[in-house]
């Protein structure tokens, strides 16, 4: 019974990672088969519009660089101010960032359209970045982390002459390392994988990232280039690669941190 | 005001500002854009609560009961599938447990648009289900052409991008269990079955509470993946309430009406929310 148990888990872990080695392997043969595959070749990446492909690669990064700079700093701003500050109408308003946790938000797309297309934003960089900004989650994991962090490093510094700005700068940002990287993470990931508000909000073609570059492909709305010697789903895999090879480079390197990221949700709710 | 409470403020300042410019006010404005008929943005006519009279007849209750069919395999396939392999997992060295869960945690990150290309041949008439089925003497079946089967195939598709991380939470909140427990209950002769329902379940209840909620929440925003495999058909069986919304907002051009669908799936989601959290009896 046990043995049966255990080969079960480890048979779905394989088809788990099925989808993403057959993308793989796809991109790197020349007939569409997806099964061993009889020889490698590098007809797709050969026949790849690289042009187009560096414009959403570079698009995606105007668009992902700044959410997720942005993200940090919010979060850890008003994680520090929830944490360490009085002031007026604080539990009702970070009652207020809670409530929005549990708002299903990407149903919101259609009124953030209107408000984002009434600032003149619609189809811009500024227009794609400004709704991720924010995750509200974020803002509570960084109060919960500031929370439990001492007051006496904060005061010494003071005495030390630094204005609040200073300490919040100087001192405490430093020592937030393991929070930086999980909001980071999280801000990373959002922005990524924003397909349906960047999907909105890109009208002209030079404006489409990575996620919607390859939807459109997808979807077969992307004037193809020439193929060549290439198959449609051979690019699509060759195109799918590079969308998952961020994401995974990243999971690589930093796998403790989305471990502890997603313990630290249950953990404090 | 002091000026320590000033600088409070200030430090919470933008993500306020941001709070309530796309958080608050889109729900303003979806209640107020539900009652006006609009025109491309230009011209806004009040028309009261006709749009919402319309909802019956638009085909929004039935995009309520696909998003309802999501919520339930998602309930299965995400956290009941995940919780039996964390428990399975509890048990085996922790070496293997780390390894299992770093790899089911991959396909979580890989989860989305880039495999779309490739399920699309594994669930076509030719692609490994079928042969496999066809082995058995079964099929083959056309998952995604299929009404009665669209959505419980999508959701399929995206189980593995849940199971991951679920098992993750479920793993932590069983690795939290005092061992001496569960060696007591098995020095009092209880099976693997008693110790799984008496003893493991009762005592993850915070991890599923939380678990209940965030795929509630999750199940009220599928929209990816039936717009790129199915764009919700056939015939409707796989638009869900988000996809229905975008195609009444955005291939319809129907503001007002999207607006009431927002409107009404807000409610009922955040009163769903609420009381799950309250009762915390899940």
Known sequence: MK?????LIV?????GILPGLLTVETSFTSAYVFGIP????????????WERIFMWAKNSTIVVVPSVALSVVVSCMAGYGFAKYEFPARDILFTLFVIAMVVPTLILFVPRFVIVAKMGLYNSYVGMILPVILNPAGVFFARQYYKGLGQDVMDAARMDGCNEWQVFRHIILPMSK???TIVAIFAFSLAWGDLLWQFLMARDRNLQTMIVGLTTILQGNADLMDLGNATLQGIE????????????????????????????????? | MTKKKVQGLLFIGPALLLLLLFYVLPVLVTIVLSFFETS?????????????????????????????????????YNMLISYLIAVALHFVSPKISVLMRTVYYVPVVLSGVATVSVWRWILSSSGIINVALGKAGLGPYLWLGNPSLSAWAVAFVMMMGYVGGNLLLWSAALGQIPQDIIDAARVDGAGTFRLIWNILTPLTQPTRMYLVIITFLGAMQVWEH????????PSGSSTTVALKIFNTAFTQGKIGLASSMTTVTLLVSMALATYLIRKGLV
């Open chain 1, 11 to 15: 048979l779905l872990a394989v088809w």
């Open chain 1, 38 to 49: 009889k020889k490698v070749s590098l007809n797709n990446w050969q026949w790849l519009d």
């Open chain 1, 237 to 269: 895999a060759a195109i799918s690669t590079l969308v998952a090879l961020p994401p995974m480079i990243l999971f690589v390197a930093f796998s403790k941190y989305f471990v502890t990221g997603l313990k630290i949700q249950v953990g404090e709710l």
């Open chain 2, 226 to 233: 039936p717009w790129l495999f199915t764009s919700g058909g």
């Open chain 2, 40 to 76: 491309h943005y230009i011209s806004y006519t009040w028309v009261g609560l006709e749009h919402y009279h319309k909802l019956i007849g638009s085909g929004f209750l039935d995009a309520l009961w696909v998003s309802s069919k999501f919520l339930i395999a998602m309930y299965i």
């Open chain 1, 178 to 180: 393991p929070l930086i």
């Open chain 1, 3 to 7: 043995k049966i148990v255990f080969v």
